[in-house]
DNA sequence: TGGCCAACCGACCGAACGGTCAGGCACCTT
DNA sequence: AAGGTGCCTGACCGTTCGGTCGGTTGGCCA
């Protein structure tokens, strides 16, 4: 809590009502109040909480920031696998951490929407950085070890995959609504066939 | 002009100030105070040619729709070239496309951004559907005149053809913050390079 | 010349906004 | 028993919101 109180239960609800909300409707669409009723406490002890609407929803991003950025330990250390092995399972687990929590995904997805840059070096720092950089060790080992081509940039590639699943999460009603698009409710198979894409192309018979 | 008006010189400064700000700042962040003074006229003139602020949401909306739209016929019956190079061009044109007229696109992809599945369907007859199933073509040609595999799908293809370009053109102040990103001010080359990978894959040595 | 209508404006309205404040209540320390 | 402290509330504040209204202007047609 960023005023001089402790936790509480209440404090816990009226977070997580915020996310829900802010998540949902946008900072300016929700009011104090529609968070105090959702949380089932009064104005008041909202701002027994937070000194402001401002700081409330700071405190709320932190947090989604914060359980987005929780996948990388997962996944430290498994350096003796095929790299195009390691990219496939990497896809596959950033997208259903992105789908898991799909309030906090928004947040922070509506946050780095053409962010000014200061707010997009932070949004980097506490979200992002983390798991492109992965992604690109990953292919740099592809180069160095395996034989994946090398003029491919790596920052390129990482940025592809991360297209792929941002837009998968962020768009899906809209691919839903898309013709000939059956992988829209089966993010496995969505993520399987990106990398297969991303590994051999498009151009070589299989 | 929805309401029983006609357009004015300053109903369209009216469109215009909203576009801009809307865009900018969000739906419910942005007042008809804001905008009356933006474009020079009272507010009272505001409601003179607009029934509510929703309706000049609808109707900038619209409108911005169109322009994406407009893209379309520029690329009717080219069907002479290769399927590779149309792919190129589309993909360049695409992004141009979305990058000159930013507001407008800002405005599209925050209303696509998870809409519920009425808006949609409305967005994809409006907007994406014309440009996705031309890239959708484009794919099964490659596959039925071209050498290109026959064991992906073409919907899945041009979908990440199309997170490609929304990617860059919705997180690009995030990926010029990215370590090794050295393409976010140059979209012929990403979209190039993007194109490139989608051909040949990464694991083939070029 | 007179009537009409669209374009436009200043002033105003009730509602909702973010935020404040004095005080009640439960619990801890002395 | 007394005082202090953190949690919580209802009532209230000034401001801004979307929207309305009465009225003025200026061009067009009869």
Redesign the interface.
């Known amino acids: 809590m960023p005023e001089h109180t402790g936790p509480t239960e209440a404090s816990e609800r009226i977070v997580a009502a915020a996310k829900r909300l802010f998540a949902r409707e ?4 929700v009011s104090i109040r529609d968070i105090a009723e959702a949380a089932e406490v009064s104005k008041a002890n909202v701002f027994h909480h937070f000194a402001s609407k401002e700081e409330l929803y700071v405190e709320t991003l932190r947090r989604c920031c914060e359980s987005a950025r929780s996948l990388i330990q997962a996944f430290a250390e498994d350096a003796g696998r095929e790299p ?1 092995e390691q990219l496939r399972d990497f896809v596959r687990a950033d997208l259903h951490r992105a789908l898991d929590d ?1 309030d906090a995904t ?1 947040l922070v ?2 946050e ?6 200061c707010r ?2 932070t ?2 720092n506490e979200v ?2 983390a798991d ?2 992965r992604m ?1 060790e990953i ?1 740099s080992r ?1 180069q160095h070890t ?12 990482a ?2 995959m ?3 699943n ?3 999460t ?14 829209a409710d089966d993010p496995d198979q ?1 993520a399987d ?2 990398v ?11």
């Open positions: 946008g900072y300016s669409s195009a799909p928004r997805l509506t780095a929407f053409d962010a000014n840059p997009a070096r949004l980097v992002f950085g492109f950089q690109t292919f592809g395996g034989s994946w081509r090398r003029d491919a940039s790596p920052a390129l590639m940025s592809l991360l297209a792929a941002t837009f998968y962020a768009h899906r009603e809209v691919l839903r609504q898309l013709p000939g698009v059956d992988f969505y066939h990106v297969d894409i991303l590994l051999d192309g498009i151009q070589k018979e299989a």
